[in-house]
């Protein structure tokens, strides 16, 4: 069988293509986690500690508040891992930080308070669109700074 040398070369380019890699598989888009059920029972449950760790605080009963807010932690860093958590979840993450900040400052430790009480300043801050529940937490957040630097000497 006498092959031409352009039935040639077509048949060695289909034989390099088929060699090469496979084409890459379409990615599925990502999932926004604040459209799942977890975040929206992890957004209430997280409410749920950061009330009952302010109770314990404030009836005195440090222990058990700081038990709430070490094991509430991990709940709100997942809560933190989408790229835009919900208000609820914001809401319920800057409670904790601000709980554990005033458990932070009853303490004597007013520079690690201010950091926590800084992030919140961030978030409320720089949160869209901004209402008149952000506005209050914002100055909040504000006059627990104002609390710290008081003790702090600044």
């Given at each position: ?7 040639l ?55 058990e ?7 509430a ?46 992030k ?35």
């Open positions: 069988m006498n092959c031409s040398p352009t039935v070369l077509l048949a060695a380019a289909l034989l390099l293509a088929a060699c090469g890699p496979p084409a890459p598989a379409a990615k599925a888009p990502k999932v926004d986690p604040t459209t799942e059920a977890w975040y929206a029972q992890s957004t209430e449950k997280l409410t749920g500690m950061d009330r009952a760790a302010e109770q314990y605080f404030q009836a005195g009963r440090s222990q508040a700081a038990s709430i807010i070490t094991s932690q991990s709940l709100q860093t997942r809560l933190l891992s989408a790229p835009r958590p919900t208000l609820a979840a914001m809401e319920a993450i800057a409670d904790l930080d601000r709980v554990y900040g005033k458990m932070l400052v009853s303490n004597g430790y007013f520079g690690e308070a201010r950091l926590l009480f800084q919140n300043i961030t978030r409320w801050r720089t949160w869209k669109p901004q209402t008149p529940e952000t506005e209050r937490r914002l100055q909040e957040a504000n006059a627990d700074i104002a609390e710290c630097d008081k003790h702090m000497g600044g």
